[in-house]
């Protein structure tokens, strides 16, 4: 195996998801790059935030690494092994270990189902569990993600959002995964739930030694969980950076506009706040800008940056931009 020599549990070497839409006559099809070479690290153990902007690819990247979408190119490594090029029912097998948490629990989870069934059924899928030992295995995961016992003949319907995510989260950690993608798992939640979830996330990634990939369009979302975060943009990691440093030093001027969009709780400190407000709307990823897919929206734009694809490079000690207008003797853009 040619990756692997670290400490990284998922790595993913050039992903590519494209979407064929249209395909129409005369062979019109077109297509979305929804994951356009994507070449990133997951260390064990560590919960690395995805975030961006509505369309930029983040669900398509979380399930493409578990294989919900088919990758169209590249590889995905899971301790050292490729997932992209395993038969479906190999890797049906791995899915034990890879799970997936939704934003939307109601529609993750069937509604003529009760919990205990929900829960339960990775569980008897997998072969971990059956009769009564599966139904205790059930309970135990209730009380783990914070539900009464009690509870198990009820259906999604009778409980609240808060609730069902920690039936999501149960049902995920039923088959004892290793990895897991939250895709915006707090983003349809009331303000007061979101950080009860976060904490239970944080719980069970400390009791049971978990990665997560956290995606959310909310930088301040993933503030308090990840380790490191990832910027996207139309497909591409266009920042990469340890968690406080994304926050205190963004250098992408991308990422300086996300962060200053998040408002500050202090309220002198947010009436003085610089706002940096990105020009144009978000380009089509069919047909996405030439040379660096942000320039049309960029303050700093110049005409290189029409013309040459930006490589990810290290700018400071784990510290990653992908900007024509940064090295590591210019680290700071204008
Ligand atoms: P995000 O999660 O960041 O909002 P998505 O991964 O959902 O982004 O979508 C990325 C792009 O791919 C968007 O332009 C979206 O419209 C498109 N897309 C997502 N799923 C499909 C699909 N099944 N077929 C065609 N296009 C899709
Ligand atoms: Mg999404």
């Known amino acids: ?38 070449t990133l690290d997951i260390k064990k153990g560590e919960t690395l935030g995805l975030v961006g902007e509505s369309g930029c690819g983040k669900s398509t990247l979380g399930k493409a690494i578990l294989r919900l979408t088919e990758p169209t190119g590249g590889r995905v490594f899971y301790n050292g092994k490729d997932l992209a090029s395993l ?34 059924e990775p569980i008897r899928t997998f072969g971990l569990a059956n009769g009564a030992a599966a139904d205790l295995r059930v309970e135990e995961l209730m009380e783990t993600v914070g539900l009464s016992r009690r509870f198990t003949r009820r259906y999604p319907h009778e409980f609240s959002g808060g609730q069902r995510q920690r039936i999501g989260i149960a049902r995920a950690l039923a088959v004892e995964p290793e990895f897991i993608v939250a895709d915006e798992p707090i983003s349809a939640l009331d303000v007061s739930i979101q950080a009860q979830i976060m904490n239970l996330m944080g719980r069970l990634q400390t009791e049971k030694n978990l990665t997560y990939l956290f995606i959310s369009h909310d930088l301040r979302a ?4 990840s380790d490191r975060v990832a910027v996207m ?4 990691i266009v920042e990469l950076a340890p968690g406080k440093d994304i926050y205190a030093d963004p250098l992408m001027p991308y990422t300086q506009a996300l962060i200053s969009a998040v408002p500050v709780p ?19 990823s069919i047909n996405p800008p030439s040379g660096c897919h ?8 110049i005409e290189d940056c029409k013309r040459i694809v930006p490589q990810l490079v290290e700018i400071k000690p784990g510290h990653q931009a992908a900007c024509i207008r940064i090295s590591p003797e210019h680290p700071n853009i204008g």
Request: include cysteine.
């Open 87 to 120: 038969p479906q029912r190999e890797m049906r097998e791995q899915r034990k270990h890879l799970q997936m948490i939704f934003q939307d629990p109601y529609a993750s989870l069937n509604p003529r189902m009760n919990v205990g069934q929900i829960i339960g």
């Open 222 to 225: 993933v503030r308090h969980l």
């Open 1 to 38: 195996m040619e990756t692997n020599g670290n400490n990284s549990l998922i790595s993913l070497d050039e992903l590519q998801v494209y979407y064929r839409i249209g395909g129409g006559l005369f062979s019109e099809s077109k297509s979305v790059k929804a994951v356009d070479g994507v």
């Open 266 to 284: 202090d309220p002198e400190i947010e009436a003085k706040r610089e706002r940096i407000i990105l020009q144009g709307d978000v380009p089509s």
């Open 233 to 236: 943009y139309l497909g591409k």
């Open 294 to 301: 942000f320039h049309t929206r960029c303050p700093y734009v």
